[in-house]
């Protein structure tokens, strides 16, 4: 447990006044503070588990970012980064401060990025214990000695009680997340789902390291081999970031957020783990599963009398989580720092079913790629629907950049020749026809297609080894070690050349619909990494 000699801190200078601070507790004290409270209850697994309440995951309209002289240049103003007033947020942080004044709140200071040339010290301000104890899981946390000299830099104020009047405060709805980079502070209201103080903090370090410390900040997750060959994984939430970076034979640096430096390393911003554990088994997913004990806290999970835990029960919502300090994995990487990445994976669920298990991507595909972040939801909650619907987040991560997309972009290129690391897009997808029809890969196939990468079996093929994709243009093997030879080919798994051509255009020509949106900023190279177009 982390315990320190600092026992309180006074929070006047942030304007909450005569509250009582709960000041750096052990994850120990808030599991039982939250108990107490019935803001929880444990689990069977020792874990505990709480309710969100109305929001179950993050609300990207209702996040915002002060429009102002540091950001009025540099922000890619959209309706991902929505502009707000620097005197409404200035106002809506006096109700906020005044709503927390006088009331019992937790506090930790802790810190992001494990590499300390790139140290951002936080100061975590909780409403609630068990937002704290996120905070405790998620960030990393500072020694006895660092926490005497802790100045923070920026603030995380984090009230989910306080409910916004749109008209009042220039709110869409009455929830909000704010991050304003000249008072450094991301003020969070009215929504107890904690991924928001997760991501703000995330989206934070997208906008400083890229515009001044010129490393690049990645959705991904990562892992390094016994040879010191660090390896990345990006993809969007269900594609299979967590499991997949979760390697026996490999030490994990982080499941999440990483940035990649000038010099060539790979370290994780965060102290911890936030994985999905929809339909969740120890058998599938055995070092997630063995996380989940005392010190880890479930997010919206159905438990019976006893505290059992039914993991396919989605009930509450899809997006039920586990959030958990990395040292409840047993094979990680400390610190949480790599060298000399080898191989980028682009993981992808397609649910259209066309795209390959397994690809090599030349530098074009991958900018091309990156930029689009795609991958597919599939529409089976509503019934009679089978039709899968694209879904494309720039870079894995749009909701969390502030800047340009092509920003990020041109930065990965360049890192990517300087270091000749190869990229593979990997499909967990569908195969044998779309959702619906076709079935999902198989999880140990995808799994000896990435062993396979990484132990150098297919980085070692020749041309005439690969097929090139007649639609896409990607480079899928013929051969696999540990996978059957028919599953490499997405056409060939449909057995209906037509309605497979016809899919394949479909999806190329949603890539190249939404690309449109970059194209005056991508230059000719980029643009030939796209799929072709087809008039259906």
Known sequence: MHNTKVTTIALDYLGIKNSKI??????????????????????HLGAIAVNTGEFTGRSPKDRFIVKDNLTKDEVWWSNINIPFDTEKFDALYNRVTDYLSKKEI???????????????????????????????????????????????????????????????????????????FSKKIALIGGTGYTGEIKKGIFSVLNFILPVFK??????????????????????????????????????????????????????????????KVINLSKEQEPGIFGAIKKGAILENVIMDENGVVDFADISITQNTRVSYPIHHIENIKEPSIGKNPKNIFFLTADAFGVLPPISKL?????????????????????????????????????????????????????????????????????????????????????RAMISAVLIGDLGSYKYEDYHIHSVFGVAQPRSCPGVPTELLSPRATWNNDEEYYKTAFKLSNAFREN???FEEFANEDILRGGPQRYDI
């Open 214 to 275: 010129n490393t690049l900040p990645m959705h991904c997750s990562a892992n390094v081999g016994k040879d010191g060959d660090t390896a990345i994984f990006f993809g969007l939430s269900g594609t299979g970031k967590t499991t997949l970076s979760a390697d026996p034979d490999r030490s994990l640096i982080g499941d999440d957020e990483h940035g990649w430096t000038a010099e060539n390393t790979v370290f994780n911003f965060e102290g911890g783990c936030y994985a």
């Open 22 to 43: 709960n000041y750096q507790l052990s994850a120990e004290q808030l599991h039982n503070e939250t108990i107490a409270r019935y803001q929880g209850k444990a689990s």
């Open 362 to 446: 030349t530098p074009n595909q991958a900018a091309y790629h990156f930029i689009s972040g795609y991958t597919a939801k599939v529409a089976g909650t509503e019934a009679g629907v089978k039709e899968p619907t694209p879904s494309f987040s720039a870079c894995f991560g749009a909701p969390f950049m502030p800047l340009h997309p092509t920003k990020y972009a041109e930065m990965l290129s360049k890192k990517m020749k300087e270091s000749g690391v190869n990229v593979w897009l990997i499909n967990t997808g569908w195969s044998g026809g779309s959702y619906g029809v076709g079935r999902r890969m198989p999880l140990k196939y995808t």
């Open 515 to 517: 690309f449109k949106q």
């Open 106 to 180: 937790f506090v930790r200071d802790s810190y992001a990025c494990a590499d300390e040339h790139y140290k951002l010290n936080i100061r975590v301000v909780n409403e609630y214990p068990w937002s704290n104890m996120f905070a405790y899981n998620m960030f990393l946390r500072p020694t006895e000695k660092e926490l005497e000299t802790f100045y923070p830099e920026w603030t995380v104020i984090n009230a989910p009680g306080f409910i916004a009047n749109p008209e009042m405060d220039g709110t869409r709805k009455h929830n909000f997340t704010i991050l304003n």
